[in-house]
């Protein structure tokens, strides 16, 4: 598919905040019109709207492979990578925690493993539309998922979760909005709380906020946009931002020694740990 093509089909999704790909209303009116028995296959349809979820429904029509049996292999093998990551990086380190805030949570599928690992999960989006789909995909008793807006933050009580995770956000946040859920997530946290936030330094293909703000070219302009870029950070950047918001025992490791043979990209990637004094 053409990228215009990707960028109108994707703006079409587009919410009124930044990064709200599915939070266009319709997106929740058509998932709640759905028959009950089709409601799974039109959540991954709809997320195959969204640049954020890697699903491609072309994908499927190109190779006459069903629609329905594409996206459960997808899922199947999101699932898969969201246990590998929590089982190298998160699992020992939150092994004290009751209550877990995944921030960021798209349809879920990280959020439902902590949900079986954890008393209590809370998942927060900015996406009404992928929280729609992560209800209908990846449900559980014991979590709750949660608007970002005002009203949806602040149903969470503050000085509540022991742990805060969020894993492929911070790289599409602004400063200004990543400033923001560093103040939140310290807001939430209780005294001696853990935040475990993944995260990218600009190295390699990973551009500064202000490099791509200065890319004047009409392609550049539009992915940033349309939320389409990717950030990364001087570590020493991730390290201010956190202590500014009022965490201690802020450090950003390298994800590399927790996966020796490797994770996606991710595991090339970092992790920024922190803790509420
Ligand atoms: C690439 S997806 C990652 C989803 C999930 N964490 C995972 O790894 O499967 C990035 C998610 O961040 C969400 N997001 C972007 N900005 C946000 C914000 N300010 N607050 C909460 N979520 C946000 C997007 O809606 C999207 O669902």
Not at 92 to 107: H, K, M
Not at 160 to 172: F, G, K, R, T
Not at 194 to 207: F, I, P, S, T, Y
Request: hydrophobic share 40%; with cysteine; aromatic share 10%.
């Amino acid at each position: 598919m053409s990228s215009a093509k990707e960028i109108l089909k994707w703006s079409l999704t587009l919410g009124r905040e930044p990064q709200t790909f599915l939070g266009a209303r319709w997106v929740r009116w058509a998932l709640d019109r759905a028959p009950a028995s089709k409601k799974r296959l039109w959540a991954f349809r709809l997320l195959s709207l969204s640049p954020h979820y890697f699903l491609d429904r072309d994908w499927a029509e190109n190779r006459s492979i069903p629609e329905s049996e594409y996206f459960e292999k997808a899922s199947a093998e999101w699932l898969a990578s969201r246990e590998t990551y929590f089982n190298a990086v998160l699992e020992e380190r939150l092994s004290d925690a009751r209550t877990v805030l995944d921030y960021g949570c798209g349809p879920g599928f990280l959020a439902v493993i902590l949900a079986k690992r954890f008393d209590r999960v809370q998942a927060l989006d900015i996406s009404s539309g992928a929280l729609e789909c992560a209800r209908v995909l990846n449900s559980a008793d014991n979590l709750e998922y949660v608007l970002a807006d005002a009203e949806g933050i602040a149903s969470i009580a503050d000085a509540s979760v022991d742990a805060i995770v969020s894993l492929a956000v911070v790289q599409h946040l602004s400063r200004e909005v990543y400033e923001k859920m560093l103040e939140v997530c310290h807001r939430k946290l209780k005294s001696g709380g853990r935040l475990a936030l993944h995260v990218q330094l600009n190295e390699g293909d990973w551009k500064t906020e202000d490099t791509w703000k200065e890319d004047r070219s009409v392609k550049g302009k539009l992915k940033y946009n349309y939320g389409l870029h990717n950030f990364g950070r001087p570590e020493s950047e991730h390290l201010a931002m956190a202590n500014a918001a009022g965490l201690v025992e802020v450090k950003v490791d390298p994800l590399s020694p927790l996966f020796p043979n490797g994770f996606e990209d991710i595991g090339e990637q970092h992790l920024l740990t922190a803790v509420k004094p």
